[in-house]
């Protein structure tokens, strides 16, 4: 199973891709979609879209994980991010692969076992899951590749689940 995880942003769109075979998680990608902070919302969704796009053409995975946005004070951010988000299902939808989303809390909790983990400790945790020489950069493609992980681990225990 090759999973694509995606970390939404405005200006900054995390990728990570993963493949699994049994218990093994295998490291394939990862990188960053970055857009010009001063355009228009409605071009920088535009491009995440297309560039989105082109990493699914490339990688053919056969699930995204997107990472749900965190509301705490910043509701405008929030919803922005939302946009990212939904512009990140419509590249998988496009392409009939299907999506699922999960809450950073989530995402923390099954990669590091403390859903209120700091980046840095995603980060590692990522790179020891992963078997890495080194952190994968940059921080926002680290979480993508935890939130691939974090779907792994979700399907893996609904199928053990299912078996008893």
Not at 57 to 70: G, L, N, S, T
Not at 113 to 133: C, D, F, I, P, T
Request: glycine share 6%; aromatic share 6%; charged share 20%.
């Amino acid at each position: 199973m090759r999973i694509l995880g995606i970390d939404p942003g405005t200006v900054v769109v995390g990728y990570g891709v993963i493949d699994s075979e049994e218990e093994e998680i295998t490291f394939v990608a990862c990188n960053a979609v970055t857009c010009n902070k001063r355009s228009p919302i409605g071009e920088r969704l535009s491009y995440v879209y297309n560039e989105l796009s082109e990493v699914i053409a490339r990688y053919q995975p056969d699930a995204v994980a997107i990472e749900q946005p965190f509301v705490a004070k910043n509701v405008r951010s929030a919803l922005a991010i939302g946009k990212a988000e939904a512009v990140s299902m419509l590249a998988a939808a496009n392409r009939g692969i299907p999506t699922y989303e999960y809450t950073p809390t989530q995402v923390k909790r099954v990669v590091t076992g403390y859903g209120a983990s700091s980046k840095e400790q995603v980060q590692e945790m990522v790179r020891l899951q992963l078997g890495l020489s080194q952190a994968p950069q940059p921080i926002d493609a680290s979480d993508a590749l935890a939130v691939a992980i974090c779907h792994l681990r979700s399907v893996h225990l609904k199928d053990l689940l299912a078996e008893g």
